[in-house]
């Protein structure tokens, strides 16, 4: 689905057949960030020789390539809810103040667990249950603005964004709380067969949401409403109703990754925790081909798309330079992967080779 | 009484029944003293939220104005305090490089089409890291200079103190009123607002103000770094972060509308002296926890937005009996 263009024509020959391809091949999304992501990587194996050397320490991978792997997940988490949301033409600039919410509320509860209580929902696997619903009820209450109230999706998510860490910080009053129960830890810092949990849990919900909107006509229907939900809704489309579906599942995506960065840490810090993660997961999926005008959709290119900016970090501790700078060459790279994926810039840069972007046109 | 004017009103009576409920509280809230620290204090962010007002009609947005109030400090601290430069070619050379900043990221959006949020938020990536990249400790500046701007301030007969800062302040807000209404560009930033392909149509230069726009929003953010430099003397990488958020917040509290086209400048000044009414109010009662202004900012917003809504519906305009223009902006969106 996302390799549309790469396979057109193929039967003709010679030149020709070479050329068309060629230009299919450009035009196509997944070459541009593949490219991106490849580059990038290829500056990193140049920075540090062992950089994809992958070994087995105390039953668990450690590497380079892991640690990308293992930092890129909450990411992915928001930037799957967040691709679907921008698909529908929206934009959700709360998830890093719901990963906040989230983390608080469920350390909240396991302290109250590890403090002796002992109602059924003060267990860990309830705890789990009631942060997701909680990231879900946060969803919705965005879903609820932008769908039946017809608020812009910036300024809607813009109040729970602003007003979401003043909440979190009311749960935990003020505080940054600290718990050692396994069961919450072990979603953030846990290692099955060598590879670290989160991992796991991005790749499942990755799986999971692109069989869901794939197989099944909702991914249709979010583009739909993207492209134009007023046309939607009069073709028969509920249109509110998928709105409110892609906030609630952009608000279960930022529990999970909250839940995971208050495992990681064994804490949950209402200022920090997730401080700036709408950005760089609005930025991954922008990165991935995903436009921000809504309509086409592209689930795997925005996770490569968190990959591309984690890798460029990875390289970035690896590399003598200076960690002040790391924001400097983010800014950079970022700017450099945007303009190669602009048609307009690469049309710009190529004006001695007119003939052949006039063609594409 | 015109129906774009209601949303100003709106905002000027939240902001008069605040200042009225602090002031029952408190009855310093009468007094020119805290006038002129609410003018003072939030004079830095308020000429960042002008800037932020014509980028909101044109339709865009931009998150790089904390980052460049951060640059901005640290860059006069370190030329000044340190390397012992002069403060006015400082301040040129400074307003110089965010003029060209903010121009950069104009033809980024105009040119490649690369949306604004996208395109700014490189700005703020870049900006911050060029703050680390000078200095990650905060300078102190010690010079002559800067203890005259200090002492340039008018007293009034209850002690009340109109400083240089709050006088920028208001300065830059009739120059924004007179360049948002009664010039050229003002009109063409409306109109790009309103209606991009209609003002193409009519012969707008899209691109010109397009990248005049964003070069003005980092001009007037240069200048407020510049007057946060003056007040506190020194300059330190790590303030404002997240400051585009209030900013953006006070914007539309302000009555200016995300979809571009409708606004106006003192919208946004009436929405930045409510927001700073709350926190002097929260400071002043200290019984109240900080983060209870971020639900307060939130309530807000969600009132005011709420209320902009119902005038632009058809029960508000029933209501009301007005409001064409609300509604085509929706509808050309």
Redesign the interface.
């Known amino acids: 689905m996302n390799v549309e263009g790469q396979q057109a024509n193929p039967a003709k020959s010679g030149l020709e057949g070479i050329k068309t391809l060629a230009i299919s091949v450009s035009s196509s999304r997944l070459f541009w960030t593949g490219l991106a992501l490849f580059i990038i990587l290829l500056v990193d194996l140049m920075i540090s020789p062992n950089f994809f050397e992958i070994r087995l320490v105390n039953d668990r991978l450690v590497g380079s390539i892991v640690n990308i792997l293992d930092n890129s997940a909450p990411y992915a988490l928001l930037a799957i809810g967040m691709t679907l949301v921008i698909a529908t033409k929206g934009i959700d600039l709360s998830v890093g103040a719901v990963m906040a919410i989230c983390a608080a509320v469920a350390v909240t509860l396991i302290k109250q667990y590890e403090a002796g209580a002992t109602e059924f929902y003060y267990q860990p696997g309830f705890v789990i249950l009631i942060t997701i619903g909680v990231g879900a009820i946060c969803g919705l209450w965005n879903g609820i603005l932008i769908a039946f109230l017809n608020l812009q999706p910036i300024i809607a998510t813009l109040i729970l964004m602003v007003a979401g860490r003043g909440v979190a910080q009311l749960i935990t009053n003020g505080q940054s709380p600290t718990f050692t129960n396994d069961t919450l830890a072990f979603i953030g810092r846990g290692v099955v067969w060598g590879v670290p949990f989160p991992i796991y849990i991005a790749f499942v919900v990755l799986i999971f949401v692109t069989l869901l909107v794939r197989r099944t006509a909702l991914g249709l229907l979010i583009e739909s409403v993207g492209v134009n939900d007023r046309a939607s809704y009069y073709a028969g489309i509920q249109a509110n109703a998928i709105k409110v579906f892609v906030y609630v599942l952009s608000g279960v995506c930022a529990a999970i990754a909250g839940m995971i960065v208050a495992g990681e840490v064994k804490s949950a810090d209402p200022h920090k925790a997730g401080l700036f993660s709408e950005l760089d997961a609005i930025l991954a999926v922008v990165i991935g081909g995903t436009s921000l005008l809504g309509g086409r959709f592209y689930l795997f290119l925005s996770v490569m798309g968190v990959l591309i900016i984690q890798s460029m970090l990875a390289g970035l501790y690896v590399s003598t330079l200076h960690p002040t700078t790391n924001l400097v060459v983010k800014a950079v790279v970022v700017l450099a992967v945007l303009l190669l994926q602009s048609p307009e810039f690469r049309r710009f840069i190529s004006q001695p080779f007119g003939k052949l972007s006039r063609r594409r046109r | 009484m015109k129906s774009r004017f209601i949303p100003l009103l709106m905002t000027f009576i939240v902001f008069a029944a605040m200042y009225l409920f602090a002031y029952s509280r408190f009855s310093s809230f009468g007094s020119m003293r805290i006038v002129g620290n609410l003018l003072r204090d939030n004079a830095y962010w308020g000429i960042a939220a002008i800037g932020m007002t014509f980028v909101i009609i044109s339709g865009g ?1 931009d ?1 790089s104005v904390g980052s460049v109030i951060a640059f901005t400090g640290v860059f006069c601290a370190l030329m000044i305090g340190r390397n012992g430069w002069e403060p006015i070619p400082t301040f040129i050379v400074m307003l110089t490089i965010g003029t060209i900043f903010g121009a950069t990221m104009g033809m ?1 959006i105009h ?5 604004p ?3 700014t ?6 900006a ?3 703050a ?2 000078l200095s ?1 400790d905060s300078i102190r500046i010690d010079h002559p200079f800067y203890e005259s701007v200090s002492k340039i301030v008018y007293i009034f007969p209850d002690k009340g103190r109109f400083t240089f800062a709050a006088g920028a302040f208001l300065i830059v807000l009739f120059i924004g009123i007179f360049v948002a209404h009664f010039t050229r560009f003002g009109r063409n930033v409306y109109a790009v607002g309103g209606n991009s392909d209609a003002a193409l149509l009519l012969g707008v230069p899209i691109g010109r103000t397009t990248v005049m726009i964003y070069a003005l929003s980092s001009f007037l953010a240069t200048l407020a770094g510049i007057i946060l430099s003056l007040s506190k003397q020194s300059g330190d990488s790590t303030i404002a972060v997240g400051l585009e ?2 900013v ?2 006070a914007v ?1 509290i302000g009555g200016t509308l ?2 571009g086209g409708v606004g106006y400048i003192i919208g946004t000044f009436i929405a930045v002296m409510t927001l700073g009414t709350i926190q002097t109010y929260l400071t002043l009662d200290g019984s109240l ?7 307060v ?3 807000l ?2 009132s005011f ?2 209320l902009q ?1 119902l005038l632009s ?1 058809r029960r508000g305009l029933r209501l009301f009996n007005f409001g064409r223009e609300h509604n085509e902006v929706q509808q050309s969106a």
């Open positions: 947005i998150l980024l040119y490649f089409k690369i949306p949020f996208i395109a938020l490189s700005g703020l990536f870049l911050r890291g060029m680390y990249v990650t958020l209030d953006i917040a539309v995300l979809t926890t900080p983060w209870w202004i971020k639900i900012i939130g309530v917003l969600f937005v709420g809504k519906s």
